[in-house]
T-cell receptor, first 109, second 115 residues
């Protein structure tokens, strides 16, 4: 069945460092791909999405590109802030939503 | 814009008791989803409604679990005879759009602890 594998955490970075969280997927057909973020004590919030190959989703300085050839959707940010500390989930929707296990990011001042 | 709301936010119960959670979706969204999230894991799909019709149920949804959406608006998730393994965060999401690929928006969740 469809599945999502994302980089295990936790990830700890200093403020202004570069971030990459890897995400790869297995699916038939052409799923939509998402990154959700979960801040402490809150529900999941949609961060960005891409619905077809080579689409780039972007929001709040985060980016991810739908790479069908490598079945990947890596999350990147050039300069992280303390306020980016959260758990990040990669997900796919192929008539059925599947989530990765989440990657906890901690950004230190 | 009112987001997805869930009630209660926290529930502590004793093993064997019944619990019921409520979800109010975004008003124009016709699709409503329930997920379960355990510590250190991503959400796992439980069930899904389109309007008042329950269209899909996961194998995770044992016969102790029942979900309803009687008027196609809010939904309830009931767990009967709770077990310690039911302890988790229960998330609700809603969406609209064509086909099955509308973006899902999540509520804050109900955290259940079964003692």
């Amino acid at each position: 069945g469809d599945s999502v594998t994302q980089m295990e955490g936790p990830v700890t970075l200093s403020e202004e460092a570069c971030l990459t969280i890897n995400c790869t997927y297995t699916a038939t057909g052409y799923p939509s791909l998402f990154w959700y973020v979960q801040y402490p004590g809150e529900g999941l919030q949609l961060l960005l999405k891409a619905t077809k190959a080579d689409d780039k989703g972007s929001n709040k300085g985060f980016e991810a590109t739908y790479r069908k050839e490598t079945t990947s959707f890596h999350l990147e940010k050039g300069s992280v802030q303390v306020s980016d500390s959260a758990v990040y989930f990669c997900a796919l929707d192929n008539n059925d939503m599947r989530f990765g296990a989440g990657t906890r990011l901690t950004v230190k001042p | 814009d009112t987001g997805v709301s869930q009630d209660p936010r926290h529930k502590i119960t004793k093993r064997g008791q019944n619990v019921t959670f409520r979800c109010d979706p975004i008003s124009e969204h016709n699709r409503l989803y329930w997920y379960r999230q355990t510590l250190g894991q991503g959400p796992e799909f439980l069930t899904y409604f389109q309007n008042e019709a329950q269209l899909e149920k996961s194998r995770l949804l044992s016969d102790r679990f029942s979900a309803e959406r009687p008027k196609g608006s809010f939904s309830t998730l009931e767990i009967q005879r709770t077990e310690q393994g039911d302890s988790a965060m229960y998330l609700c999401a809603s969406s609209k759009g064509q086909g099955l690929k509308g973006t899902q928006y999540f509520g804050p969740g109900t955290r259940l602890l079964v003692l």
